[in-house]
């Protein structure tokens, strides 16, 4: 499964929390959490996050299964 762009809308959907999608991996959650957290203190940080979360997809093939529910 190929990992979506970093311009795709989903990434800002997702670590903006206006989708909670039922992610499988415990890794994933813990990054997602994280990330939302960070966007939510600060909002200019949603760039930066999209890249580390887009990142951790392309490196780790065990979190491509959480890439259907996005």
């Known amino acids: ?3 979506p762009a970093k311009s795709d809308p989903r990434w800002r959907t997702l670590l903006e929390g206006a989708q909670d999608p039922q992610l ?3 890794a994933t959650k813990l990054m ?3 990330l939302r957290q960070a966007v939510k203190r600060d909002p200019t940080s949603l760039s930066a996050s999209i890249a580390e979360i887009h990142d951790f997809f392309t490196t780790n093939a065990f979190a491509h299964r959480d890439l259907a529910v996005l």
């Open 32 to 34: 997602v959490q994280r």
């Open 1 to 3: 499964m190929s990992v």
């Open 24 to 26: 499988s991996t415990l």
